[in-house]
T-cell receptor, first 112, second 116 residues
Framework: SQQGEEDPQALSIQEGENATMNCSYKTSINNLQWYRQNSGRGLVHLILIRSNEREKHSGRLRVTLDTSKKSSSLLITASRAADTASYFCATGFPGSARQLTFGSGTQLTVLP | GAVVSQHPSRVICKSGTSVKIECRSLDFQATTMFWYRQFPKQSLMLMATSNEGSKATYEQGVEKDKFLINHASLTLSTLTVTSAHPEDSSFYIC????????????FGPGTRLTVL
C-alpha cells in the first residue's frame, strides 16, 4: 500500500503550545499536501509542498519535506482551541492521474 | 473560490434501496472528480476517479456495479449506491480539481449514509 503513516495518532496540547505532526510515505512523490478535517466534515486544504521544496510557511503553519527520508512534518505554532481537528497528509505520485493517497491522520486536541 | 457542495449531507435508507449522492463544483469547472469513503476515525480511501464525459476509474476492490458514478458535466458528478446494505454505511466525500490546480483537490462537506 502506498498509504502514508502519520504520528502521533493523537496529540493533546494546551492552547499556546506548538503542535508537530509527522508523515512518512513509501514511494517517490510529486508533492505532499496537508489537509484538515473537523469532525464529520469535509477536508480543507492547508498547504502543498512540491518534491523539490524543503520547507514552506503559511501563517502559523510550517511544513518540511525530506525526500531522502520520505517524511514530512507539519508544525502549528501558538495553537488555538479552534485548531482542534484531524490532520491528514496526502501524497501525489508521478503518473497517478492527479490522485492523492492519504495518510492515517493525527487527531489534534488543543485544550483551552 | 473553489467551492464544492454535496447533497444530501445525511441520508438514512432501508436495506435494498438505492441512494444517489450529488457532488457539485459551484464556481469552477471540475476536470476531475474523486469519490472517497471514510470510516469513523479512519483515513480517506479513494473509491474512484471520474473525468467529465468518460467512464470512472475504480480502485481495486470497489465494485463498479454497486457504486455507480456519473460525471455528466464539468460541474456535477453523482455516486449511486445501489441495493444498499448496512455495511455500506459510511461517510462519503467527493473532491474536485480543475485543470490548472496542480494536485490540489477541493473537498465537499461529505455525506453521511446510514443503511438500516
Amino acid at each position: 500500500s502506498q498509504q502514508g503513516e502519520e504520528d502521533p495518532q493523537a496529540l493533546s496540547i494546551q492552547e499556546g503550545e506548538n503542535a508537530t505532526m509527522n508523515c512518512s510515505y513509501k514511494t517517490s512523490i510529486n508533492n505532499l499536501q496537508w489537509y484538515r478535517q473537523n469532525s464529520g466534515r469535509g477536508l480543507v486544504h492547508l498547504i502543498l509542498i512540491r518534491s523539490n521544496e524543503r520547507e514552506k510557511h503559511s501563517g502559523r503553519l510550517r511544513v518540511t519535506l525530506d525526500t531522502s527520508k520520505k517524511s514530512s512534518s507539519l508544525l502549528i505554532t501558538a495553537s488555538r482551541a479552534a485548531d482542534t481537528a484531524s490532520y491528514f497528509c496526502a501524497t501525489g505520485f508521478p503518473g497517478s492521474a492527479r490522485q492523492l493517497t492519504f495518510g492515517s491522520g493525527t487527531q489534534l486536541t488543543v485544550l483551552p | 473560490g473553489a467551492v464544492v457542495s454535496q447533497h444530501p449531507s445525511r441520508v438514512i435508507c432501508k436495506s435494498g434501496t438505492s441512494v444517489k449522492i450529488e457532488c457539485r463544483s459551484l464556481d469552477f469547472q471540475a476536470t476531475t472528480m474523486f469519490w472517497y469513503r471514510q470510516f469513523p476515525k479512519q483515513s480517506l480511501m479513494l473509491m474512484a476517479t471520474s473525468n467529465e464525459g468518460s467512464k470512472a476509474t475504480y480502485e481495486q476492490g470497489v465494485e463498479k456495479d454497486k457504486f455507480l458514478i456519473n460525471h455528466a458535466s464539468l460541474t456535477l458528478s453523482t455516486l449511486t449506491v445501489t441495493s444498499a446494505h448496512p455495511e455500506d454505511s459510511s461517510f462519503y466525500i467527493c473532491s474536485a480539481r480543475y485543470a490548472s490546480s496542480y494536485n490540489e483537490q477541493f473537498f465537499g462537506p461529505g455525506t453521511r449514509l446510514t443503511v438500516l
